[in-house]
């Protein structure tokens, strides 16, 4: 398939222009065509669109919105192999990394097919009337409405599964929202093509239009202009601190303030127990290597600081994981961009005194955008005086912490900041006698990880990929799993409504038999009311 280098405002292609190019970080390439920015015009053509689209997506059943879903996850799995094949050439990923994401990207639109087909997600309660309490109750009726035109940036570091169709797109377009992606201009190319099978998908099922925009830009200039725009309602983002917080302040700032989802930076603390340190470190040694170092260390989820106890066996530890990132080969990055910034962070903290550097890599570079794995190591009363110690640095390197008593470790945990997850690393006997590092962690983050490591986060229904600022914007999220949906969606009341004017979801009958509270108690029954 051609690529055009232009937006896909709706169903029409936006003008081509003399714009960005992806470029191979493997070999430094430039890759064609040119990505033309997309225009004032063309922004405000993709707004009105999508507003203009919403009063009918919003709408529509849920077997319907299945439908587009599913359609979508079709549409990709249908044009892989060229989809996989310009990821790799724009991401300098593994085709197997790719692969595995594509069908991720597709297995998470269809698991939100399913959840808006069976349509209880829309959090439906009923409290009947009651003429005879005094005062009289009035029927009250609620359930979870869209929010309208939503704004999604794609990631840098997930090209398929948190771009253009990834999570932040199903659960927004799920819940009812027509979406309108910004691309990430490290990959232009394979945004088109996933863009395109949405489009596909759009006309195939009937849907108007404004459905789904894509807009280009090598810069903030389009970012900026669509979080501000009046008509839209809500934003998604995944990237660093300093992007999402401009963003969350820019939404935030707007005459009428929308809510902004972003999900930044965490540095994943680990917790090494003294039990499990002394029975299976080098098991250990072994994981948290696969797991700093997986992706080129590039995932919101890599374990970046990795707290030990000062024991017997914690120089056999140091030992072993120093001789694992020694062995470990250079590793390409998804951007020149990216590996100069994890370059000068690296070189920052060389250059301070309070975690010198006690292994690197001793391959050398091949790729344009490459890094060389890091281990640090520092000791905990050093990490609680040094507040540049406890910040995210984008790639395969860690922090080993030595604590020296149980109290310390506490301290340690009490001064974290908000993350995404937090992992403890223990023998039964550890976890009962870490009870309190387990409660101050549970404050700090949105996934508690026992005996396992934190990289690989399941897209499923219980799954929170969240937590306190600054790894979110708002901790009451989740941007992985189906709960993403309730993001974009907001309660709406409907109070003495008549039955011909009820939504579905909220009719006496239960016509969809979904879950639902009645009067407090969860049923699929139908309810009776008089006039009804
Ligand atoms: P980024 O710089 O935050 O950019 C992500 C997207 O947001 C891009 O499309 C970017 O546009 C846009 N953007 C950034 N700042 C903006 C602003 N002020 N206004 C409007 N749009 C804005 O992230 P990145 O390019 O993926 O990588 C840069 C760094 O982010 C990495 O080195 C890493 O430290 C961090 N990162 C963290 C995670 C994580 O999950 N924790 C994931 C990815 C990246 P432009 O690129 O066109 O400017």
Request: proline fraction near 7%; charge should be negative.
């Amino acid at each position: 398939m051609a690529l055009t280098g232009v937006s896909l405002i709706g169903g029409r292609n936006g003008e081509p222009g003399d714009g960005f190019s992806a470029v191979n970080p493997v070999t430094g390439e430039i890759l064609e065509p040119k990505y033309a920015a997309a225009s004032q015009a063309e922004i405000e053509l993709a707004v009105r669109l999508a507003h203009d689209a919403f009063p009918s997506y919003a709408a529509l059943p849920g077997g319907k919105k299945a439908e587009f879903l599913r359609s979508i996850a079709s549409e990709i799995e249908g044009n892989a192999a060229e989809i996989v094949a310009r990821a790799q050439l724009e991401a300098g990923l593994p085709k197997p990394r790719l692969d595995g994401e594509l069908a991720r990207t597709a297995n998470q639109l269809r698991l939100f097919a399913e959840v808006v087909e069976e349509g209880s997600w829309v959090n439906a309660r009923i409290d009947l009337p009651d003429a005879a309490r005094k005062p009289p109750k009035h029927d009250i009726r609620s359930m979870l409405k869209p929010l309208g035109p939503t704004v999604i940036f794609g990631a840098s570091n997930f090209p398929l599964a948190f771009s253009v169709a990834g999570g932040d797109t199903a659960s927004a377009l799920a819940a009812g929202n027509p979406v309108i992606v910004k691309a990430h201009p490290a990959h232009p190319g394979t945004s088109e093509l996933v863009g395109l099978a949405i489009r596909r998908s759009v006309q195939a099922c009937g849907l108007p239009e404004g459905v789904f925009s894509l807009l280009f830009d090598a810069g903030i200039e389009v970012g900026t202009r669509l979080v501000r725009h009046p008509l839209i309602k809500a934003v998604g983002f995944t990237g660093s601190l300093a992007g999402g917080r401009a963003l969350m302040d820019l939404a935030a700032s707007r005459p009428d303030p929308i809510p902004c989802y972003a999900e930044m930076g965490s540095v994943n603390p680990v917790f090494i127990l003294p039990g499990a340190l002394k029975s299976r470190g080098a098991d250990i040694a072994a994981g948290l290597h696969a797991s700093f170092t997986l992706g080129s260390g590039q995932f919101c989820t890599k374990p970046g600081l990795v707290f030990l106890p000062r024991q017997e066996e914690s120089r056999n530890f140091a030992s072993d994981l120093s001789e694992r990132v020694q062995k470990t080969p250079s590793q390409t990055m998804l951007t020149s961009g990216i590996a100069q910034r994890y370059r000068s962070a690296i070189d920052a903290r060389r250059s301070q005194d309070a975690a010198p550097v006690i292994a690197q890599s001793a391959a050398s570079a091949t790729a344009v955008a490459c890094a060389q794995p890091v281990l640090f190591s520092t000791d905990a009363a050093v990490f609680l005086k040094n507040e540049d110690l406890s910040e995210e640095v984008f790639g395969p390197t860690t922090l080993l912490i030595e604590y020296e008593s149980h109290s310390q470790a506490l301290e340690a945990a009490e001064h974290l900041e908000g993350h995404l997850t937090a992992t403890l690393l223990g023998t039964e006997e550890d976890f009962a006698a870490h009870r309190d590092l387990i409660a101050i962690l549970e404050r700090k983050v949105g996934r508690l990880v026992l005996n396992g490591y934190p990289t690989g986060v399941e897209v499923c229904h219980a799954m929170v990929h969240g937590g306190p600022y600054p790894a979110t914007s708002d901790g009451r999220s989740t941007s992985v799993g189906t709960q993403a949906i309730f993001r974009f969606a907001r309660p709406v009341c409907y109070q003495n409504f008549s039955n011909s004017l009820l939504p579905e979801e909220l009719k006496s009958a239960n016509p969809l038999k979904i879950w639902r509270m009645v009067d407090g108690v969860m049923t699929r029954e139908s309810v009776a009311r008089a006039g009804s």
